[in-house]
Nanobody, 115 residues
Framework: QVQLVESGGGLVQPGGSLRLSCAAS????????MGWYRQAPGKQRELVAG???????DYTDAVKGRFTASRDNANNTVYLQMNSLKPEDTGIYYC?????????WGQGTQVTVSS
């Protein structure tokens, strides 16, 4: 069974940092484009960052310059480094794996930015 297991979420003060991890199993990880999505109450789920199998990245404008996605194909893990966090970054963050014809989702992890 394909698994995407996330860790690193939690409560952080504005201006702080968090590092999210997503460990994949039972897929050929290096063949998948990975993505980080988030969803806040009352809002649509949005793509935060994407990273291709070759390491090319793309970010939504709201996080450019603050968030960095990376991947370690040898360890089947994708990361999202989040710096200078703002209250509007609060939401459930999901890890996504997209192959040629299939997609998989992680369970989601809560990120709350509050004083």
């Amino acid at each position: 069974q394909v698994q995407l297991v996330e860790s690193g979420g939690g409560l952080v003060q504005p201006g702080g940092s968090l590092r999210l991890s997503c460990a994949a199993s039972r897929i050929i990880f290096s063949r998948y484009t990975m993505g980080w999505y988030r969803q806040a109450p009352g809002k649509q789920r949005e793509l935060v960052a994407g990273i291709t199998s070759g390491g090319s990245t793309d970010y939504t404008d709201a996080v450019k310059g603050r968030f960095t996605a990376s991947r370690d194909n040898a360890n089947n893990t994708v990361y999202l480094q989040m710096n200078s966090l703002k209250p509007e970054d609060t939401g459930i963050y999901y890890c996504n794996a997209r192959g040629y014809s299939r997609m998989y989702w992680g369970q989601g992890t809560q990120v709350t930015v509050s004083s």
